[in-house]
Nanobody, 128 residues
Framework: VQLQASGGGLVRPGGSLTLSCAASGFTVDYYAIGWFRQAPGKGREAVSCFSNYDGSTYYSDSVKGRFTISKDGAKSTVYLQMNSLKPEDTAVYYC??????????????????????WGQGTQLTVSS
């Protein structure tokens, strides 16, 4: 199971950007895929997750209404559409996967567990 996050960059406040999480060695249709982020000097923060088990989605309060998670099973890729970006969204964004009969919220906990593994993150900087 390998995941690669990409699509980060420098965006002005209020702008939009879409991150991609490409899976290799497995299909995203059988996993929950989630995003979390880590800002300099801060701990990991859950962002969003999608569960194929029950179709549920999870969004943290800080991104709800601004971010949208989606998937393209044919491309084994999960996307995070980010709108109305704020400077506090600045962080390295990572994606992770969890398999099992998990809701999106449950999968988010698994993905963020210290024993979990994830690929290289992608840097988002929101600044004027």
């Amino acid at each position: 199971v390998q995941l690669q996050a990409s699509g980060g960059g420098l965006v002005r406040p209020g702008g939009s950007l879409t991150l991609s999480c490409a899976a290799s060695g497995f299909t995203v249709d059988y996993y929950a895929i989630g995003w979390f982020r880590q800002a300099p000097g801060k701990g990991r923060e859950a962002v969003s997750c999608f569960s194929n088990y029950d179709g549920s989605t999870y969004y943290s309060d800080s991104v709800k209404g601004r971010f949208t998670i989606s998937k393209d099973g044919a491309k084994s890729t999960v996307y995070l559409q980010m709108n109305s970006l704020k400077p506090e969204d600045t962080a390295v964004y990572y994606c992770g996967a969890a398999r099992g009969s998990l809701t999106a919220a449950q999968a988010m906990e698994v993905i963020m567990h210290p024993s979990a593994s994830w690929g290289q993150g992608t840097q988002l900087t929101v600044s004027s």
